[in-house]
């Protein structure tokens, strides 16, 4: 079975500080990991997707995310927060030893708001 | 979103109506989803078509009824619904059903029953 956890209902923080929305993961295999965004009364947006490779991960709007396998961690990231950031944000993990299976498994989300 | 578009965006309907709901995609997809919406909950992955054959299943209620005619349009069939059907519902789209096609999803419908 896979599982996301996001430990944070809401994360507030000031205009041009960094910002980290925080998700863990849960997979029997090798985990497929990707961060969306939902603006108000819109569709999710994808921002990023970790696959293989380099372990920082460059998305859209200037975020990253860094994936961390034995922590089991996918945080999101941004240097510096813009008002227009204020969302929320979804971590979601597909196991690849998920064979046939197309099920990505979402988090709950995360409120981001960023304070002027 | 000229992507995933779905229609209507607002819908009311009293238990005993029969309605439906529609998404388009013109992204050139093979995969399509319906996924439901609920406050604080994650979202629930209800159905997978991949080139127009549904793949999974997720133990939805047969008051629901998915209809893909072809790898663009995707249509989700109500009728006798309940109070707690009451979610935005969202399509989505991918190149294919394989596991690291991002999904693109389309506004949602708001899924009101009385």
């Known amino acids: 079975a896979q599982s996301v956890a996001q430990p944070e209902d809401q994360v507030n923080v000031a205009e041009g500080n960094p910002l980290t929305v925080k998700c863990t993961y849960s997979?029997?295999?090798?985990?497929?990991l990707f961060w969306y965004v939902q603006y108000p009364n819109r569709g999710l947006q994808f921002l990023l997707k970790?696959?293989?490779?380099?372990?920082l991960v460059k998305g859209s709007y200037g975020f990253e995310a860094e994936f961390n396998k034995s922590q089991t961690s996918f945080h999101l990231k941004k240097p510096s927060a813009l008002v227009s950031d204020s969302a929320l944000y979804f971590c979601?993990?597909?196991?690849?030893?998920?064979?046939?299976?197309?099920?990505?498994?979402f988090g709950k989300g995360t409120k981001l708001s960023v304070i002027p | 979103e000229t992507g995933v578009t779905q229609t209507p965006r607002h819908l009311v309907m009293g238990m005993t109506n029969k309605k439906s709901l529609k998404c388009e995609q013109h992204?050139?997809?093979?995969?399509m989803y319906w996924y439901k919406q609920s406050a604080k909950k994650p979202l629930e992955l209800m159905f997978v078509?991949?080139?127009?054959?549904?793949?999974e299943n997720n133990s939805v209620p047969s008051r629901f009824s998915p209809e893909c005619p072809n790898s663009s349009h995707l249509f989700l069939h109500l009728h006798t619904l309940q109070p707690e059907d009451s979610a935005l519902y969202l399509c989505?789209?991918?190149?294919?059903?394989?596991?690291?096609?991002?999904?693109?999803f389309g506004p949602g419908t708001r899924l009101t029953v009385l």
């Open positions: 989505a789209s991918s190149q294919d059903g394989t596991e690291n096609n991002e999904q693109f």
């Open positions: 997979v029997s295999g090798n985990p497929y």
């Open positions: 970790y696959i293989t490779g380099d372990n």
């Open positions: 979601a993990v597909r196991d690849l030893s998920g064979a046939g299976s197309y099920q990505l498994t």
């Open positions: 992204l050139g997809h093979n995969a």
């Open positions: 078509y991949n080139f127009k054959e549904q793949t």
